[in-house]
């Protein structure tokens, strides 16, 4: 590739290069890799990396990984060929070349970032490794772009005004703020009329006033800036704590507000990077609304990540992407019935501009609710149905069916599919390695088998020894018992309570009729093993969590903790029993404010927090009360902030303790380890909700 010093070549390139992410993002992901291939320029190379990316990010395809990979690779090569010889332009203010240092750098990143797709410590090393060299880069890019800050530059903003302080960083949390119309049009307004509003908002007394880009070009050198900054720190924020540990030798800092805040900018711009933006910004919300557990200001969370959804879908109506995260802003809400209903809608065959990738995406969320609301024949369909969409560890996705098959009764199914699942496994890896989720299900399975000879000296038809459904095991790790309602809650309870032997902790949807019958003491009871009853008590404390009972719920998660020494297979659950500890104390904490009571100070009369038990809906729907989470700082009183100091150190407390207790050798320790980061700062915003100096 001979690059071209014409500053016109390089703008129709760029408008050539909008046209395919428009494709892309309408799910014409052939149309668009079609268009990019058309071209060899770094645009479009980059374009084409992204599709394949995408691609892999969203099925797991490793062929797909290592293409991206190699697309990624040659528009880096094609921007530092650039570099060598850049083109001046007319009127300019940034130096000149350092849009091809925007694509280089970004180009950096995402490569990084397939290495990160296996959520393995090894490959999050390998990302930090591949990454490095983009640390330098980005610091650049950000003191040369935004050399005051970008106090001044506008972001969306779902209403005026804030509770937070300002220095947490959201995308609306100003004390005042000035309301304009921006108009967003792809990589240039100049070159389309197509167009959607999009309400933003500047901080207050801004050290910096942003003035217009001159051109396309401009444009894309403070929106690529900004999304690139806002990426590389938000990764390495959200990279497993012992990563960042070797992250910190390199010298590298990251500041996870800053990060959000420059994403927010980007996603307020002209340029195709505010829809990458507003993507990573929707992930992120959608990532800490299911997996930190407890949310600081979970209404605020809600209403930053509809704006940006709307905005985006408004543009691109039939986007698989847009259409997801409308499903998981309602699934987050409590209203599964309606998440189904979009996700429904979305994968119909009629739909145009279909994506394989993209429809196998809104199945497997559609699978995870279906399970949620215990529709577990309908589960099942969704996650074989996956099977035929792409191949990421079909294993996973049988073992997930199977355990639907176990709940409906079919024995008969969900052996066939046990069975099945050690050749799947064997036939795809991961880099040559079986991914975190499969080393956990080959255990179950050995645990399973082993089972099963104990009880019948044979290994065949194991799958009736199984007595906890193994979707509702692997539903932990999606977090997916935090989003359900009372009543699916209680079916939940009264199913394993109904299991021998019978359980010995009071619960208020338990009655003496409903336990399981007395031990026939010549009957194997259903769970024979510490395993088996830690699950059973980690699963229960979960649940009567989420329905709002508080004191069974930390009545069985210290009891699956309590059982972590005797556990032989299942030795996650301990480092995640003392996680959801710490969730309790928070949301046991807020609900007892939101109920008007605190802990005992100055004198003042308590009603100890254990003893609440809230019947109405669950702590975790969008209808559940933030407390004072939702008031300016200078409302909250001294007696609330005093009530919150020792809650918020133990659970802080508990999170060391779960973090000791997952080691590198834990199944899925790395996706423990990333909640626990998220829990962490969601402590730390809730500290500066309240005005608590830590």
């Known amino acids: 590739m001979t690059p071209s010093n014409d500053h016109s070549t390089s703008v129709a390139n760029l408008a050539s290069a909008r046209l395919g992410f428009d494709y892309l993002f309408q799910n014409d992901v052939t149309g668009a890799r079609d268009h ?33 990979g190699r697309y990624l690779a040659q528009s880096e090569a094609g921007s530092k060929k650039h570099l060598r010889s850049p083109s001046s332009r007319p009127n300019q203010r940034f130096a000149p070349g350092l849009e091809w240092e925007v694509l280089n750098a970004e180009a950096v990143i995402l490569q990084g970032l397939t290495l990160a797709l296996g959520e393995s410590y090894t490959g999050y090393v390998q990302c930090m490794y591949a990454m490095n060299n983009a640390h330098s880069k980005f610091t650049r ?16 903003s779902a209403t005026p005004g804030a509770s937070r302080k300002p220095s947490v960083v959201s995308l609306d949390a100003v004390k ?42 401009e444009e894309l050198i403070i929106s690529g800036t900004a999304f690139g900054y806002g990426l590389f720190n938000l990764v390495f924020s959200l990279l497993p704590k012992r990563v960042q540990g070797i992250v910190g030798f390199f010298g590298f800092k990251h500041d996870r507000k800053q990060a959000l805040h420059a994403l927010s900018v980007s996603a307020a711009r002209n340029d195709v990077h505010a829809v990458f933006s507003s993507l990573v910004l929707m992930s992120y919300y959608s990532f800490v609304l299911l997996f930190s557990g407890y949310q600081a200001d979970e209404q605020r969370i809600l209403k930053q990540y509809q704006v940006i959804v709307d905005a985006t879908s408004s543009r ?40 394989v990738q993209a429809d196998g995406l809104l199945i497997f969320e559609m699978a995870w609710t279906l399970l949620g609301q215990r529709r577990y024949q309908e589960s099942a369909d969704a996650f074989l149905r996956i099977t035929e969409l792409n191949s990421w560890s079909h294993g996973t996705y049988y073992f997930i069916a199977a355990g639907c098959y176990i709940s409906v009764g079919n024995y008969k199914k969900a052996q066939e599919l046990l069975d099945a699942i050690p050749g799947l496994i064997e036939k795809r890896k991961l880099n040559g390695k079986d991914i975190p989720t499969e080393v956990l299900i080959k255990k179950r399975l050995e645990f399973y088998k082993t089972k099963q000879k104990r009880i019948e000296g044979k290994v065949a038809d194991f799958a009736r020894v199984i007595k906890i459904n193994p979707a509702d095991e692997l539903a932990i ?15 939940h309870i009264k199913a394993w309570a109904s299991l021998t032997p019978a359980v010995t902790i009071s619960s208020p949807f338990i009655t003496t009729a409903e336990t399981s019958p007395p031990q026939d003491t010549k009957k194997v009871p259903d769970l024979d093993t510490p395993d088996e009853l830690a699950l059973r008590s980690l699963l229960m404390g979960i649940v009567h969590r989420t329905a709002g009972a508080y004191v069974p719920a930390r009545a069985f998660l210290e009891d699956a903790l309590a059982k972590q020494p005797e556990i032989a297979v299942s030795t996650w659950i301990g480092g995640v ?64 902030r005093q009530a919150w100091i020792p809650v918020l150190k133990k659970a802080e407390l508990k999170l060391d303790k779960a973090m000791a207790l997952a080691t590198n050798s834990t199944d899925l320790s790395s996706r423990l380890d990333s909640r626990i980061t998220m829990l962490r700062d969601e402590i730390g915003t809730k500290r500066e909700l309240l005005g608590i100096v830590a």
């Open 36 to 68: 990019f291939a058309g071209k060899d320029d770094p645009y479009h190379l980059l374009g084409l990396g992204v599709c394949v990316f995408l691609d892999a990010a969203l099925g797991m395809e490793s062929a797909m990984i290592a293409e991206a």
């Open 141 to 156: 890019l950000y003191n040369s772009v935004f050399p005051t800050g970008m106090d001044g530059y506008l972001t969306p």
């Open 176 to 217: 005042t703020a000035k309301t304009v119309t921006t108009q967003r049009s792809g990589f240039f307004s100049r070159f389309t009329a197509s167009s959607t509003s999009l309400t933003v908002t500047a901080t207050s007394a801004p050290a910096h006033v942003e003035s217009a880009p001159d051109g396309p070009v």
């Open 316 to 355: 691109y109506p039939e986007g698989a992407l847009w259409i997801l995260n409308k499903a998981k802003i309602l699934r987050m809400s409590g209203d599964a019935a309606a998440a189904l209903d979009v996700l429904q809608a979305g994968v119909k065959p009629e739909r145009p501009g279909t994506s």
């Open 477 to 491: 790790f999606w977090n997916t018992h935090a989003r359900i309602n009372q009543d699916i809650a209680i079916q």
């Open 577 to 640: 029993a003392m996680f959801d500890l710490a969730v309790l104390d928070l949301k046991e904490m807020e609900a007892q404010i939101a109920a008007g009571h605190s802990h005992g100070h100055n004198g003042h009369t308590t009603v100890d927090a254990v003893t609440i038990v809230i019947n109405t809906a669950p702590p975790s729907s969008a209808s559940s009360m933030s407390g004072e989470s939702e008031q300016s700082l200078d409302k909250v009183t001294d007696e609330v």
